[in-house]
């Protein structure tokens, strides 16, 4: 039927083609000046931000000096195929340089009772490290701090600048996790109560406007 109706067209002098488009005009584009963004207070930035709750690390390193560490509440796995994590570290950071000379980081994911660990590692300019038990992590050799529920021990992928952060991207090498305690209370002695059951037994250490919490079902 249409081959019909082209037909009938042609035979009558109709067009059975378009003919040109003028093209639309380009629109005017400029840059948005500072004046018309909206400015946002950093005061409500952080407040509106805290609501959001989440748990909270300890990043490490070994290093020619001894090893480093910072606390770290930005964190976030990040894929699957290949395995990926992600931190984030603010540029001014003193630590954060001998995390990069060392290229391989271990997360050491916090435990509800650890909230004064977490603390030691978020002052800046004392020995992180004085009197905290830590071993070898299995493949970088960055500190595994003892009683943490979970660690993942990773080396460097990629690092990527976002405003006065960095975003560092790590490669999972190895990881893995303390479950909680499920054995029945006998009152007899069955092995050692190690820190690390301890520490899954107490749960999350999480982080919500400003406050240590714990997590309840």
């Known amino acids: 039927m249409a081959a019909t109706a082209v ?3 042609r035979s009558v002098g109709a067009a059975t083609t378009a003919g040109p488009v003028e093209p639309l005009p380009r629109p005017d584009l ?3 000046g500072p004046d018309e963004r909206a400015p946002i207070d950093p005061a409500v930035f952080r407040k509106v931000l805290g609501t959001f709750a989440s748990g909270v690390t300890i990043v490490t390193a070994p290093g020619p000096e001894g090893p480093a560490g910072f606390a ?3 964190f976030a796995s990040l894929s699957l195929d290949p395995p990926l994590v992600a931190f984030m570290v603010a540029r001014t950071s003193t630590t954060w340089p001998r995390i990069a000379r060392a290229g391989v980081f271990c997360v050491n994911i916090l435990s509800a009772d650890q909230g004064a ?3 030691g590692f978020a002052v800046s300019g004392a020995d992180k490290f004085a009197g905290v038990d830590w071993t070898p992590a ?4 960055s500190p ?3 009683g943490i529920p979970a660690w993942i021990d990773c080396t460097i992928h990629a690092v990527h600048t976002g405003g006065d952060h960095l975003i ?3 490669r999972v090498n190895e990881l893995g996790c303390t479950e909680p305690d499920t054995r029945p209370d006998t009152g007899l002695d069955t092995g050692p109560d190690t820190d690390e ?3 899954a037994d107490a749960g999350p250490l999480l982080f919500y406007r400003g406050r240590f919490g714990r997590f309840t079902p």
Request: hydrophobic share 45%; glycine share 12%.
């Open 144 to 146: 595994r701090l003892a």
């Open 138 to 141: 299995p493949v970088t050799g």
């Open 117 to 119: 660990l977490c603390r």
């Open 72 to 74: 770290c509440q930005s």
């Open 30 to 32: 400029r840059a948005v």
């Open 168 to 170: 560092v991207v790590g």
């Open 7 to 9: 037909r009938y067209l």
């Open 197 to 199: 059951i301890a520490g």
